[in-house]
């Protein structure tokens, strides 16, 4: 187990550099350079003024020097300060962000395993009955709808329409003011709509990837040697079958990750709910190099974290992987 | 081999039964007659103003409405569907031939160059998807040619390990032994002997991806990073509509319904070619 642990720790080395490779070329793409954005607006600007400019940015040095000064930086989450006029480290700026994301994705994954793992199973026993195809529509519609588009005629239907439920922030005016009681009812109203929104968007891949996964585990022998012991069918599927088809989910768990937090910036900016997804909004439309930057490190640091955990997961559940025979 | 007329039989058979795939082509046919024909069937100029006419609802004349600046939804709609096919099938091009080129080398030649690729690909697979398009994005200025460039970029990794795993099996088949034998070089192997049999799978995601660079164009459109006005696309329409929610629901309600069944007819399609390939589904 712990060998396993360690192997996957220092495959995390190549992943690391490859991340930041990436994303040193992505930064290079731009056009013009950090010094351009204070000298334009400077006509009187001497060239000699922009080579000591240049020279303070570090940008007269070869590229690998650049790339070796910045992935130092990185290291310390030194990620620049904003071009924003508040003009703040982004790291500050992030770091208060991320736990609004983070837990309205917690809350979201796991209102989605609740649902999609009743579903995908019910779906695989009950194979072809009138329930299955139902669900087969509800998941095809699931991966047409866009988000964005769903979330518009809810908050029009309960928003507006209605006037049952808030539709942007996280609190009313003046909720501080409120009870421990009523304040969590202030938020939990405005959180409905968001994580259910959230929550239905990746619900049908999940749901779909239960029941395949499920269907090919109750096509195994054993499963026809349980049902030939003459076990009842309740647990044939629920101990034989279910805990089987639950391993490659954990899998997906850990690639759902990127999905999720991508998909936050587009029900974060319509909810106007200030986590990341909003803050890298307002930095892409801002041009906010330093600020983009930091959080697509961030961001792909996140998944790698929860693909770690997902190994973890996976090697604690699979017996094969845990006694090092896998 | 693709080419085999027992495989089209076979295949077509199979697809054929399948009456949901069958309606989303015939769905995706008449999109591409509808933008095709799009200056014959619309009533209106897509950039036509009526300031007397602002917001106004679906009626005979305008059959979903007008905008803000009384342009004709139904006209817009139209159009915008010329958008999202081509940056649909432009950003599945880039994402096949990429994917497609990474997996045959990585699965062919193996050993060292297959684990750069591959690690490549897990790099790859660590960015969120939608955070790494708008970085780029950020850089590059919001145009088409650009997000289907950058669709197209950021979605080719599952095609390469799809791609990769069928090579790997082929490779070692009698036919492509024989080829070796017969002193064919790689790039004919490859590209003559492996490429052929490996595309069917290739087939179903290219119809999944479809959907999927519709969807993504039509999100950035929304976020006003993607196609920009005054060219209609599904996703900036629906901006507009966003912003003008408490007064005219018609100009969020039907760009979204195109969004909607164009996608799904993809994904309907898609599915429809892999139970086609399956050969544990026939019976």
């Known amino acids: 187990m712990i060998t396993y642990l360690l192997k996957r720790l220092v495959m995390l080395v190549p992943l690391l550099v490859g991340i930041s490779l990436v994303t040193f070329t992505v930064i290079h793409l731009a056009p013009g350079e950090p010094v351009e954005m204070q000298t334009s607006l400077n006509p009187k600007i001497s060239a000699a003024a922009r080579e000591r400019m240049r020279e303070f940015y570090g940008l007269d040095k070869p590229l690998y020097v650049q790339y070796l000064s910045w992935l130092k930086r990185m290291a310390k989450l030194d990620f620049g300060r904003s071009f924003a006029p508040d003009g703040r480290p982004v790291i500050e700026k992030i770091r208060e962000r991320i736990p609004v994301t983070l837990s309205l994705n917690v809350i979201s994954l796991v209102l989605e395993m609740g649902l999609a793992i009743p579903i995908g199973v ?48 996280l609190h009313s005016l003046g909720s501080d003011r409120l009870g421990l009681l009523a304040w969590s009812w202030d938020l939990a109203k405005h959180l409905l709509l968001p994580v259910s929104i959230a929550t239905f968007g990746s619900l049908a891949g999940m749901s ?43 899998t997906l768990l850990g690639f759902s990750l990127p999905g999720l937090i991508g998909g936050s910036v587009i029900f974060e900016t319509i909810f106007a709910i200030p986590g990341m997804g909003q803050l890298f909004y307002q930095g892409v439309m801002g041009r906010d190099y330093p600020l983009v930057m930091g959080i697509l490190v961030i961001g792909a640091g996140l998944t790698l974290i929860g693909n770690l955990l997902a190994d973890v997961g996976y090697a604690l559940a699979d017996p094969r992987i845990r006694h090092g025979r896998g | 081999m693709l080419k085999d007329s027992y495989f089209h039989e076979v295949f077509w058979k199979q697809f054929r039964r399948n009456r949901l795939a069958l309606a989303a082509c015939g769905i995706i046919v008449f999109l591409f007659l509808l933008s095709l024909f799009a200056p014959f069937v619309t009533p209106c100029k897509p ?30 709609v139209v159009y915008g569907a010329r958008i999202s096919l081509k940056v ?59 997000i289907m460039a950058v669709i197209g970029l950021t979605s080719w990794m599952g095609v390469a390990r799809l791609v990769r795993a069928e090579v790997l099996s082929l490779r070692e088949r009698d036919f492509v032994l024989a080829a070796r034998a017969l002193g064919a070089s790689d790039a004919r192997i490859i590209f003559r002997h492996i490429l052929p049999n490996a595309l069917s799978p290739v087939l179903v995601s290219a119809s999944l991806g479809v959907a999927g660079a519709i969807l993504t164009e039509s999100a950035l459109s929304f976020l006003g990073i ?39 007819a993809y994904n309907l399609v898609g599915e429809g070619i892999r139970d086609a390939l399956d050969p544990r589904i026939r019976e």
């Not at chain 1, 349980?226 to 647990?235: D, M």
């Not at chain 2, 950003?91 to 297959?114: E, K, M, N, P, R």
């Open chain 2, 226 to 264: 993607g196609v920009q006005p005054p060219t209609p696309s599904w996703g900036n329409i629906l901006t507009s509509g966003k912003d003008y929610i408490e007064f005219a629901w018609w100009l969020s309600l039907y760009p979204g319904l195109a969004i909607l069944v164009t996608v799904l």
């Open chain 2, 88 to 146: 649909g099938f432009v950003a599945v091009g880039i994402s096949i031939a990429v994917g497609t080129l990474v997996g045959l080398l990585a699965g062919y030649y193996g050993g060292v160059v297959d684990s750069l690729l591959m690690r490549f690909v897990d790099i790859m697979l660590c960015f969120p998807t939608f955070f790494l398009i708008l970085a780029v994005i950020t850089i590059l200025e919001p145009s088409i040619w650009n």
């Open chain 1, 122 to 169: 019910l779906a695989a026993v009950r194979r072809n009955s009138r329930l299955d195809r139902a669900i087969t529509v509800f998941v095809f519609l699931g991966f047409a709808v866009p988000t964005f588009w769903l979330a518009l005629l809810l908050m029009y239907l309960f928003g507006v329409q209605l006037g049952w439920l808030p539709v942007s922030g």
């Open chain 1, 208 to 250: 779909r990837y239960m029941r395949a996964t499920m269907l090919e585990v109750l096509n195994q022998d054993y499963i026809t040697t349980a049902r030939a012991k003459g076990l009842s069918e309740r647990v044939v599927i629920w101990r034989h079958a279910f805990r089987n088809a639950l391993l490659p989910l954990i």
């Open chain 2, 47 to 76: 950039d036509a103003l009526d300031l007397y006419h602002v917001l106004m609802p679906p009626s005979a004349a305008h059959w979903f409405g007008t905008d803000e600046l009384g342009r004709d939804v139904f006209t817009r």
